[in-house]
């Protein structure tokens, strides 16, 4: 099977899916396994899962390697300055503009969070070359695309 769509996942998506084993979060590192989905994360995602995970839940370190390991999760590059400065212009919360950039830099067809306030409230698809939305919204999309084939 091909992959289909490059999906970058946002720490809050990350976390949900090592805490949940039953939630969409989950389910698209299970898409992710059976390589329907390319899930990809920034370097700075991957280390605030694991500050999010030590101090919330720390023997759930291992499981996030795991499920990581076994959805093939690619790790993308740092965003150059430019980036940067871009996704600053768009989201005004300093760490979620750099979260931003890491997406913006992976060029993915979908940005996934659950993250209301900056990213889903505000919704800044037309300055995106992505889709942004939660992994429910993802997996609609999935199955709309399937049945219209």
């Given at each position: 099977?091909?992959?289909?769509n490059?999906i970058?996942?946002?720490t809050?998506?990350?976390?949900?899916?090592v805490?949940?084993?039953t939630?969409?979060?989950?389910?698209l590192?299970?898409?992710?396994?059976?390589e329907?989905?390319q899930?990809?994360?920034?370097?700075?995602?991957?280390?605030e899962?694991?500050?999010?995970?030590?101090?919330?839940?720390?023997?759930s370190?291992?499981?996030?390697?795991?499920?990581?390991?076994?959805?093939?999760?690619?790790?993308?590059?740092q965003?150059?300055?430019?980036?940067?400065?871009?996704?600053?212009?768009i989201?005004?919360?300093?760490?979620?503009?750099?979260?931003?950039?890491?997406?913006m830099?992976?060029?993915?067809?979908?940005?996934?969070?659950?993250?209301?306030?900056?990213?889903?409230?505000?919704?800044?698809?037309s300055?995106?070359?992505?889709?942004?939305?939660?992994?429910g919204?993802?997996i609609?999309?999935?199955?709309?695309e399937?049945l219209?084939?």
């Open positions: 099977m091909s992959l289909k490059r970058f996942l946002d809050s998506t990350i976390v949900a899916a805490f949940s084993e939630g969409g979060a989950r389910k590192f299970q898409l992710g396994e059976v329907v989905l899930l990809v994360i920034g370097p700075n995602v991957l280390r899962c694991e500050d999010v995970l030590r101090r919330r839940m720390p023997g370190l291992p499981k996030l390697a795991h499920m990581l390991e076994l959805a093939r999760v690619e790790t993308a590059s965003p150059p300055a430019e980036l940067i400065e871009e996704a600053r212009s989201v005004e919360y300093r760490p979620d503009a750099y979260v931003l950039a890491e997406a830099a992976a060029e993915p067809d979908w940005f996934i969070t659950h993250d209301k306030e900056h990213f889903l409230d505000v919704r800044p698809v300055r995106l070359s992505f889709r942004v939305g939660t992994p919204d993802l609609q999309f999935l199955e709309d399937h219209q084939k």
